[in-house]
């Protein structure tokens, strides 16, 4: 069974600093591409930031380049989201996705609320 359980999102003033992390099991990382995702109130889902399985390339929604940074620890099979410099436009709940040739999962979320 796939599950993808986000943790570390909550309340930061303008300018602060959070990480999320997606715990994942039942698929090996090494094999599956990984991705943020976030859903801003009254708005559609966005893309963040994702991470090739094959050769790490990585690319960013023009929103949080500079600002955010995708990683991962295959040996924890854990994907992490560092957010710097966070704006108010930030605030959403924000998903974990990893998805390849034999599926595509998705986590419950986590809310980010960037606000003074």
């Known amino acids: 069974q796939v599950q993808l359980v986000e943790s570390g999102g909550g309340l930061v003033q303008p300018g602060g600093s959070l990480r999320l992390s997606c715990a994942v099991s039942?698929?090996?990382?090494?094999?599956?591409?990984i991705g943020w995702f976030r859903r801003a109130p009254g708005k559609g889902r966005e893309g963040v930031a994702c991470m090739s399985s094959s050769d790490g390339s990585i690319a960013y929604a023009d929103s949080v380049k500079g600002r955010f940074t995708i990683s991962r620890t295959n040996a924890l099979n854990t994907v992490y989201l560092q957010m710097n410099s966070l704006k108010p436009e930030d605030t959403a709940v924000y998903y974990c996705?990893?998805?390849?040739?034999?599926?595509?999962?998705w986590g419950k979320g986590t809310l980010v609320t960037v606000s003074s």
């Open positions: 996705r990893s998805y390849g040739m034999y599926g595509d999962y």
């Open positions: 039942g698929v090996n990382l090494d094999y599956w591409a």
